[in-house]
């Protein structure tokens, strides 16, 4: 299973990006649960969002909550991550991931191990 992620760039705080990740081979697209992960320099790994298999569940980090919002297309095999009102902390590669049970829950959805595939990342650069 292949994630390619894109949309990834250089903004001044406040402004908006959205990232796509489209799944390119594997089962059907609509079997996973899909999640967004980052990591910035020197940091560890964190959740940012998630979204079950139909799009009627989502999650989100504490962080991102009310900014960013991420959504899904099982027509085209994407799901997108809408970034609103950046902050420089928001600064980090943004990674993909594909959780083949499709089923992801509140406790579920920001563990990274409940994925099985992740995309090359995209760098988010957020200017103060």
């Known amino acids: 299973v292949q994630l390619q992620a894109s949309g990834g760039g250089l903004v001044q705080a406040g402004a908006s990006l959205r990232l796509s990740c489209v799944v390119l081979s594997g089962r059907t697209f609509n079997n996973y649960a899909m999640g967004w992960f980052r990591q910035a320099p020197g940091k560890e790994r964190e959740f940012v969002a998630a979204?079950?298999?139909?799009?009627?569940?989502?999650y989100y980090s504490d962080s991102v909550r009310g900014r960013f919002t991420i959504s899904r297309d099982n027509t085209k095999n994407t799901v997108y991550l809408q970034m609103n009102v950046l902050k420089p902390e928001d600064t980090a590669v943004y990674y993909c991931?594909?959780?083949?049970?499709?089923?992801?829950?509140?406790?579920?959805?920001?563990?990274?191990?409940?994925?099985?595939?992740w995309g090359q990342g995209t760098l988010v650069t957020v200017s103060s």
């Open positions: 979204v079950n298999w139909k799009g009627s569940s989502t």
């Open positions: 991931a594909a959780d083949s049970y499709g089923v992801t829950t509140k406790q579920t959805a920001g563990d990274p191990d409940e994925y099985d595939y």
